[in-house]
């Protein structure tokens, strides 16, 4: 955890260099920042969605990152925010405990930018990239299996289907096989090895994405169960945000938008009743829509940053009703644990 002094004023100058977040200035609008609000910056990274909300209004906020590095480098952004800025060390999917921790039992709003940090991509020790050779790592938290440890202990159905489902490989089969031939030879532990073995069966065509790009995301997503944290985090929000509080989710992939769009549908329903059950009862909505539509970057944030172009935002308000309990498994692809995946099960 990382505070700063007591004190401060609404802008904020100092800490880390200036960061863009995609649809930031739209993910913020969603959660209406008001004087003395408390808000959670789940994915909090190099800070880009927590200095503007600090900006927008004299509010407090509790940002959390499961990287270490991130962390660190906030210290200069705490030190500036003088008191309206928490940055603690753990799982988006714990925001709830984290901000009970902090002192606080309801907060008026939550935003998650889901997916890798480019800070991280760009660090070839941290092995997110076949662009840049490095030990094949993927870990954001720097604990637990790396992907060179699910790679030598998958069985080759097992990592067929999780090339398939987290990367929406269609040649998952042939990469997966690939990959159990070459392990058998030598270890696969550096980044450039398995882009090399993923390229001999995947063509791609000039200009298309590279060959690897979809395994590399399916071991990152699988590596730090991105997808099961994500579905936590929005159960986790709906849990500590107050009655119209705001939940914000920015997502760069189809899995996580449907995770979101999915919870965020099923949550804004009540019981319907019918003509053989006209009282049918159930849970009331949770949340209420703001984004009818996910919202997307225009032409020019696209052009700014690449990477905004499959951005989608999507946000909704929390309603009064008790949050709901229950399984969130039906908002998640159908795998094998991170933990029996390397125990070979």
């Known amino acids: 955890m990382t505070t700063g002094s007591d004190g401060g004023s609404p802008a904020v100058a100092g800490g880390l260099a200036r960061h863009i977040p995609v649809l930031g200035p739209q ?12 808000y959670i910056d789940g994915t909090f990274g190099a800070g880009g969605y927590t200095r503007l909300i600090l900006d927008a209004a004299r509010c407090t906020v509790i940002g959390i990152d499961r990287d270490q590095s991130a962390i660190a480098r906030g210290a200069g952004l ?27 039992e309801a907060v008026d709003g939550v935003v998650l930018d889901v997916g890798v ?11 997110f ?38 990367g929406e490989e269609r040649h998952s089969r042939a990469v997966a096989r690939a990959i159990v031939a070459e392990r058998a030879k030598a270890p696969i532990t550096t980044t450039r090895a398995l882009a090399d073995i993923v390229g001999r069966v995947v063509r791609s065509k000039p200009g298309a994405i590279h060959p690897a790009t979809r395994t590399f995301q399916a071991l990152r997503i699988f590596v730090n169960e991105e997808l099961q944290e994500l579905a936590e985090a929005l159960a986790a929000a709906e849990r500590i ?8 989710v920015v997502s760069f992939h189809s899995l996580e938008d449907r995770i979101v769009k999915t919870f965020f549908t099923e949550r804004g329903k009540s019981a319907q009743g019918s003509r053989h059950r006209p009282e049918a009862s159930g849970p009331e909505p949770t949340f209420s829509l703001i984004t009818k539509k996910p919202v997307v970057a225009d032409d020019g944030e ?3 940053n690449p990477r905004a172009r499959s951005a989608r935002l999507r946000a909704a308000e929390r309603t009064a009703a008790p949050a709901r309990a229950g399984s969130l498994e039906d908002l998640l692809p159908r795998l094998p644990s991170l933990a029996d995946v390397m125990k070979g099960r």
């Open 241 to 248: 945000l107050k009655p119209g509080g705001r939940l914000a």
């Open 78 to 104: 705490v030190e500036s925010a003088r008191g309206r800025l928490t940055l603690i060390e753990d799982r988006f999917s714990e925001l709830d405990r984290v901000a009970r921790g902090a002192g606080f």
């Open 27 to 38: 993910a913020v609008g969603c959660l209406a920042v008001r004087e003395g609000g408390v």
């Open 129 to 166: 990239s076949f662009r840049l050779d490095g030990p094949l790592d993927m870990r954001m938290s720097k604990q637990g299996p790396s992907a060179a440890g699910v790679i030598a202990a998958a069985g080759e159905r097992d990592l067929a289907n999780i090339i398939f489902q987290l």
């Open 117 to 127: 940090s480019s800070m991280q991509v760009d660090e070839a020790e941290r092995g």
């Open 302 to 304: 696209i052009a700014a």
